[in-house]
Every structure is written in C-alpha cells, then in structure tokens.
Nanobody, 119 residues
Framework: QVHLVESGGGSVHPGGSLRLSCVFS????????MAWYRQGKRDERVLVAS???????NYPHSEKGRFTISRDNAQNMLYLQMSNLQPEDTGVYYC?????????????WGQGTQVTVSS
C-alpha cells in the first residue's frame, strides 16, 4: 500500500498560480504511474495529469500547457504546477499512485487538497 498526503491548495484569482505537492510513502518501489485527479461540482473525479516511472507525462484535457506534473523520486514527492488558473479548475485535487498486485492494478488515493479559483 502507498500512503499519500497532498498540500498546497488554496484560493486564487483567475490567472493565478498554485503548486500542489504530494508526499508518498509505503510500497513505493512498486509504483507504476502517479497522477493528479480533480473532483469538481459534478463529484466526478477527472484525470488532470499523470506521470510514469520513466518520466512520461500525459495531460488528457485542457490543462495541457497550463499545468505541469513532476516527480522527485529521491524525495518521494509528486508535484503539480498550475498556472493561469480559471474558475473551472476549482475542485478537490487528489494525488494517486497505481501499483500492481497479483496482476491487477491497485490505486491508492490521498485525502485531497482544495483549490478555489474565483474573482
């Protein structure tokens, strides 16, 4: 199991920036992919960005170009640098770690950190 704790959320005006951090511990050698998800008004958790162990990144939606995911394996940290934030970016951001157990993927989640973008 992987334990994850997020921090860095807060309230900003449109156009502002925030940097989210996630410290992870536990069975970290088994981690395959790490990611950030956002849960907005619809209560649906949407993938924001992901990064593999070899550093390959993926931004499936409009965050590409505004958000940057990075990982520091030496410090057991995952980051999400967010710039030009917009009201639609508001939500609870969760850090996740995916690993494999008996051939099946398992995803552990942090407790989330709130990001609010409003004027």
């Amino acid at each position: 199991q992987v334990h994850l704790v997020e921090s860095g959320g807060g309230s900003v005006h449109p156009g502002g920036s925030l940097r989210l951090s996630c410290v992870f511990s536990g069975s970290i050698d088994s981690i395959d992919v790490m990611a950030w998800y956002r849960q907005g008004k619809r209560d649906e958790r949407v993938l924001v960005a992901s990064i593999t162990t070899d550093g390959s990144t993926n931004y499936p939606h409009s965050e590409k170009g505004r958000f940057t995911i990075s990982r520091d394996n030496a410090q057991n940290m995952l980051y999400l640098q967010m710039s030009n934030l917009q009201p639609e970016d508001t939500g609870v951001y969760y850090c996740t770690a995916q690993w494999w157990s008996y051939g099946r993927p398992v995803t552990d989640w942090g407790q989330g950190t709130q990001v609010t973008v409003s004027s």
